[in-house]
């Protein structure tokens, strides 16, 4: 079955710093990567996506990359501020048939100190 | 629209008691997502509904669980009889396949099994 893998669990930086986040997937028929960010107490939010047909994406500060050759994907932010502090998880997408399912990583628990 | 609606909030039972939850899908939305979160394994994905047909099940822990999709509107997952050890967030999710793979959380159900 799909499997995603995400590193680091903990991510410690300083305000105005970057953070990387890294996830691989073991199945090759996976067409989309979401990554969500969840604030203590409250529901993943979706952040940011990108489809298998491109490479790179980015939204203001964040950006996302797909290496499909390698099956990884990474999320990228830039110029982090104490808000950005939260877990962040990546995600897979498998289709089956008409429908299909996100397989989540294991989660990376960023802190920015100020 | 309100989003995805889970009740309980909070749930607080005794182990051996029969445990109900609830959710409402954002409406139009055809593909509905129950996943369960703890500290030790992430989000896993118990099971989904694509118009209101269970698709994988694989998730479920065992046969102590069942989840129901009576109609498009509301969707409920049951633990009975109730283990400490399912004490964990309980996230419902639903998606429009006019979306893509988007998945919106409802605020989830916080169990605690005494």
């Known amino acids: 079955g799909e499997n995603v893998e995400q590193h680091p669990s903990t991510l410690s930086v300083q305000e105005g710093d970057s953070a990387v986040i890294k996830c691989t997937y073991s199945?090759?028929?996976?067409?989309?990567f979401p990554w969500y960010k969840q604030e203590l107490g409250k529901r993943p939010q979706l952040i940011i996506d990108?489809?298998?047909?491109?490479g790179e994406k980015k939204d203001q500060r964040i950006a996302v990359t797909l290496n499909k050759t390698a099956k990884h994907f990474s999320l990228h932010i830039t110029e982090t501020q104490p808000e950005d502090s939260a877990v962040y998880f990546c995600?897979?997408?498998?289709?089956?048939?008409?429908?299909?399912?996100?397989?989540f990583g294991s989660g990376t628990r960023l802190l920015v100190r100020p | 629209d309100a989003g995805v609606i889970q009740s309980p909030r909070h749930e607080v039972t005794e182990m051996g008691q029969e445990v109900t939850l609830r959710c409402k899908p954002i409406s139009g939305h055809n593909s509905l997502f129950w996943y369960r979160q703890t500290m030790m394994r992430g989000l896993e994905l118990l099971i989904y509904f694509n118009n209101n047909v269970p698709i994988d099940d694989s998730g479920m822990p065992e046969d102590r669980f069942s989840a129901k999709m009576p109609n498009a509107s509301f969707s409920t997952l049951k633990i009975q009889p109730s283990e400490p050890r399912d004490s964990a967030v309980y996230f419902c999710?639903?998606?429009?396949?006019?979306?893509?793979?988007?998945?919106?959380f409802g605020s989830g159900t916080q169990l605690s099994v005494l």
């Open positions: 999710a639903s998606s429009s396949q006019g979306l893509g793979e988007k998945l919106f």
């Open positions: 990108i489809r298998s047909n491109v």
């Open positions: 995600a897979a997408s498998l289709r089956m048939d008409s429908s299909y399912k996100l397989i």
């Open positions: 199945d090759s028929a996976s067409n989309y």
